[in-house]
């Protein structure tokens, strides 16, 4: 039986972040389905030195750089959609017509497994809450619909327990801690809301590989330790959307565990 998995996220890189690691344990499972798609090819983003990159050939670079992540991963989308809105400015965009142009692609492919950024975003970037929002809304309407598929809705979510023991790192390291209010800012939510752990620790080397390929955003992790990458590239976490889940049930340690 397919295994159906559409991960709805913003910019490149957005998905290596969130997901890769999920991909790379299942890359040789003949019934994935994997189906990605990009709001935006991320063109207001950063330009790291030494990349090459200029301001105008941003956006194109990057999807470029995307591509050569799943390849690095060792397992490409199936369906791989970029929707071209602008960077930035998602939330300037008919909220409706995004709605509409995400749930064209689920109905086609009436995906089991949806991924997406929660209320927060993740680090409270608009263009990330606005397709959470989007692709949330997109999900619902399907389900309603009584569609095959769309069995559980994930967001994309970091332990705050993660995110402390970062925090602790940086302030050990004589760095000023991150600061969830403030935006790029990385968010956490309570462990207990938290549905799916996925442990990606086998799958690290193949997760690093791939954020590598984003050379115009990256430049932090190539000093990282291997302590470093293995805490904050070792798991994936998620908050399920949908089913309702009750307190106490069990956490997943796979995202299609559990879904039928």
């Not at 995307?66 to 199936?78: K, T």
């Not at 509409?100 to 997406?116: S, Y």
Request: overall charge negative.
């Amino acid at each position: 039986m397919t295994k159906g998995l559409a991960v709805v996220v913003a910019h490149p890189d957005d998905d290596t972040f969130g997901c890769a690691g999920t991909v790379a344990l299942h890359r040789d499972d003949p019934d994935l389905r994997f189906v990605l798609i990009h709001a935006t090819a991320g063109e207001a983003g950063e330009i790291a030195e030494g990349s090459g990159a200029t301001r105008e050939r941003l956006g194109e670079i990057r999807r470029e750089e995307d591509r050569r992540s799943w390849i690095a991963l060792g397992r490409e989308p199936d369906r791989h959609e970029w929707l071209g809105y602008p960077d930035g400015g998602l939330g300037n965009v008919s909220f409706d017509e995004v709605v509409d142009r995400i749930a064209t692609i689920f109905r086609e492919d009436r995906p089991d497994v949806v991924i997406t950024f929660g209320p927060d975003g993740v680090t409270g970037h608009v263009d990330h809450v606005t397709v959470g929002k989007a692709a949330t809304e997109a999900f619902h309407r399907c389900r309603a619909e009584g569609l095959a598929g769309f069995q559980r809705l994930l967001h994309q979510s970091i332990k705050q327990s993660v995110l402390d023991a970062w925090n602790e790192r940086l302030v050990a390291d004589g760095k000023e801690p991150m600061d969830p209010t403030k935006m790029f800012n990385p968010r956490g939510v309570p462990d207990d809301t938290i549905g799916v752990d996925v442990d990606c620790s086998s799958v690290v080397d193949r997760k690093r590989a791939a954020l590598l390929e984003h050379r115009t955003q990256l430049t932090d992790i190539q000093g990282w330790s291997e302590d470093e990458q293995r805490a904050v590239l070792g798991s994936e976490h998620h908050v399920v959307a949908w089913p309702p889940r009750a307190p106490g049930d069990p956490v997943l340690t796979d995202v299609f565990g559990g879904s039928g």
